[in-house]
């Protein structure tokens, strides 16, 4: 599932089905390209395009890829899948996160990453069966809420957890 957030005319696609880049300004790949393109990441390493600071995080001696991205004080974490076990140094390169874009097919795993990441929102991703989709929905206690075409962050939670439900 490809995420697509905006920000006025700025626009980051996560991990786009096609690997290809998008009309937005920037597109995160999951698995490094040999080729680069601009406007295109794919690598590990820190990058800072027209004040969103992005690092890439290396998974598989970096032969894969997920992302944390700050853009106007709000620290966004997109984890790529299949999900992996994630290291002290590695939440420490992710670092405190305010929304969690996190796939599912791992439950077990997704478990313990949102204990440790504890983020103030919480979007889990469909990229597994929906047996085990339902599983950790019901883990994050969204078991039947509605999926949205969108979701718009206005403030962050104060107080615990806000699970979002997107339609895949």
């Not at 696609?13 to 096609?18: I, K, L, N, S, T």
């Not at 615990?160 to 997107?166: A, F, N």
Request: aromatic share 8%; charged share 25%; proline share 6%.
């Amino acid at each position: 599932m490809t995420i697509l957030c905006e920000w006025g005319s700025k626009g980051i696609a996560v991990f786009p089905e096609d690997k290809k880049k998008s009309n937005a300004l920037i597109t995160l790949l999951d698995h490094p390209e040999e080729k680069s393109q601009d406007g295109v990441l794919s690598w590990p390493g820190e990058y800072d395009i027209q004040d969103i600071a992005i690092r890439g995080i290396g998974h598989k001696e970096g032969g894969q890829v997920s992302y944390s991205l700050e853009m106007e004080n709000v620290r966004f974490g997109f984890l790529s899948a299949p999900l992996q076990e994630w290291g002290d140094y590695e939440l420490e390169l992710l670092g405190d996160v305010d929304v969690l874009v996190i796939p599912t097919n791992k439950p077990g795993i997704v478990q313990k990453l949102v204990d440790e990441i504890d983020p103030r929102i919480l979007i889990p991703v469909q990229n597994g069966d929906a047996d085990t989709f339902a599983e950790v929905l019901n883990y994050c206690g969204a078991k039947g809420q509605q999926p949205e075409t969108e979701y718009k962050i206005k403030t962050l939670p104060v107080e615990g957890r806000t699970v979002v439900v997107l339609k895949s």
